[in-house]
């Protein structure tokens, strides 16, 4: 029923660019806070970046400047702009739904994409 499909990921050399998608079904999306989150290997898995249902967005220290994190509701989709890569960017990264504001006791998770950013 519910489904979190990203894409976007692969295999790019330091200072570029790519732009992770996150298709949403299933849910109403547009009452969805939504984020991107990480993981390396050996490290715990961070929030990158979020958008909530009012469109208000916060980014982790790391990228800001760097990444932008939009929603396009017409598409139930969101969107990871990522400029600037570097090789710590380097992690699986994947999508979360949550309306915990709205009463919803469970989020849900997309499978992720991977990220490798290398020489």
């Known amino acids: 029923q519910v489904q979190l499909v990203e894409s976007g990921g692969g295999l790019v050399q330091p200072g570029g660019s790519l732009r992770l998608s996150c298709a949403a079904s299933?849910?109403?999306?547009?009452?969805?806070?939504m984020g991107w989150y990480r993981q390396a290997p050996g490290k715990q898995r961070e929030l990158v970046a979020g958008?909530?249902?009012?469109?208000?967005?916060n980014y982790v220290d790391s990228v800001k400047g760097r990444f932008t994190i939009s929603r396009d509701n017409t598409k139930n989709t969101v969107y990871l702009q990522m400029d600037s890569l570097k090789l710590e960017d380097t992690a699986l990264y994947s999508c979360?739904?949550?309306?915990?504001?709205?009463?919803?006791?469970?989020?849900?998770w997309g499978q992720g994409t991977q990220v490798t950013v290398s020489s």
């Open positions: 299933g849910i109403m999306f547009s009452l969805y806070d």
């Open positions: 958008v909530d249902s009012e469109g208000r967005t």
């Open positions: 979360n739904a949550d309306a915990r504001w709205l009463g919803v006791k469970y989020n849900y």
